[in-house]
């Protein structure tokens, strides 16, 4: 032992006297714990240290994924009826605000469950759990605080391809009550992982490689979305048990499963053209039933994959008003220029983003 070290455990609060007085009361500590824990008759004292164990379990817990609460759970009367509907416009959303909608045809036939998994209730899966709490919210990309109401039509705009639908409608009422409801379960002032948005993989130290995504596309896609990416639809998929390589769509659907590019699919503008929600996303949950517990998708697979589907023919909604407010507030893969850094358009786009300081500010 060093000099230094010696003279701590002489004179200081380590000193040999001390040492083992401080064992003596552990143990004695430790022992009147268990001797009453284990005495005859004491049911409440060993609950106590029953429940004192699983506290102690969860603070070394690597992670407290946020749980949707059971659809049993969902009141009986009127309201529970919305809380249904809504869910079920979620699932469903084709048969409502497809090509051939029952309500209107305002959307391309994918459904709100294409993006937002298990009715929005997948931790991991870019489920609903805070939106209730998150909204109204702020958003740069508007300069506008804007409601949830606003925010389910911005899916309608953007990830559905359509156009808005009434705010008072009763499809919105209802959207907004099973949205609500799945929010019991979110607690703000509680850290719980898997709720709420995309979290992106870690950032790789080169350009995502739309040619290497083709090869990741064809190995782990194309058995559900195509090789011409477009999707399939219920009504083919349904006649040949060969095709049915799990997911949960119905004959109510119009998809099987989504399409990924063309017309049908989402547009420039929404969520998943961002490179690291897309990467994000299939790094978490595919191919199907994949998910966060058990990824089979590298980083740099997820990366390169989002960049093969990002690169091809979509539509391409108007852009000029995001973030015209505040360029510098763009998020570092939002692939539309102008920006308020040196980095290329291309870059921005496909990366590589660790020398980016947005992109790391966002991990």
């Known amino acids: 032992m060093k000099p230094d070290q010696a003279s701590k ?11 083992p007085f401080m064992m003596a009361v552990i143990a ?3 022992f009147l714990i268990q001797a009453i824990s284990c005495s005859s008759g004491n ?8 429940d004192t164990s699983n506290t102690i379990a969860e603070l070394f817990t690597e992670e407290n994924v946020w749980t949707a609460p059971d659809t049993s759970a969902i ?7 919305m809380i249904r509907y809504g869910r079920k416009l979620i699932i469903h959303t084709s048969k409502f605000f497809g090509p051939n909608g029952s309500v209107s045809k305002t959307a391309n036939g994918m459904n709100c469950q294409s993006c ?9 899966g870019n489920n609903l759990g805070s939106a209730s709490t998150t909204y109204p919210k702020f958003l740069p990309r508007s300069n506008s605080v ?4 606003q925010k389910i039509n911005e899916c309608f705009s953007r990830s559905l391809n359509g156009t808005p639908i009434d705010t008072t409608s009763n499809e919105m009422n209802a959207y907004l009550a099973y949205i609500n409801w799945l929010g019991q379960t979110f607690h703000k002032d509680k850290e719980q992982t898997g709720s709420g948005g995309i979290k992106a993989p870690k950032l790789i130290d080169r350009a995502a490689d739309p040619e290497k995504g083709e090869a990741v596309f064809e190995l782990y896609c194309v058995r559900c979305h195509g090789k011409d990416g477009h999707g399939q639809l219920v009504t083919d998929v349904l006649k040949d048990i060969t095709k049915q390589q799990g997911g949960t769509a119905t004959k109510e659907d119009l998809y099987f499963y989504p399409p990924l590019w063309g017309n049908n699919s989402f547009n420039g503008v929404a969520t998943l053209y961002r490179l690291s929600k897309f990467a994000g996303f299939v790094k978490s949950n595919m191919p199907y039933p994949v998910n966060y517990n058990s990824p089979v998708l590298t980083d740099e697979q997820a990366w390169d994959v989002a960049a093969y589907v990002n690169s091809r023919e979509r539509p391409i ?10 360029i510098s507030k763009k998020p570092y893969d939002f692939p539309f220029p102008p920006y308020a850094d040196q980095f290329s358009d291309t870059q921005h786009k496909f990366g590589p ?3 980016m300081p947005s992109a790391h500010k966002a991990h």
Do not use: M, W
């Not at 049911?43 to 029953?50: D, I, L, P, R």
């Not at 909604?317 to 505040?326: E, H, N, T």
């Open 28 to 30: 004695c500590f430790i």
């Open 116 to 124: 937002h998994l298990e009715a929005g209730t997948r931790p991991y």
């Open 353 to 355: 983003y660790t020398d």
């Open 75 to 81: 009141p009986a009367g009127e309201s529970g009826s």
């Open 9 to 19: 455990y002489r004179g200081g609060k380590y000193s040999a006297g001390r040492i």
């Open 43 to 50: 049911e409440s004292v060993q609950e106590n240290a029953a």
């Open 146 to 149: 804007i409601s949830l109401a």
């Open 317 to 326: 909604k108007d852009y000029s008003k995001d973030y015209i407010s505040d």
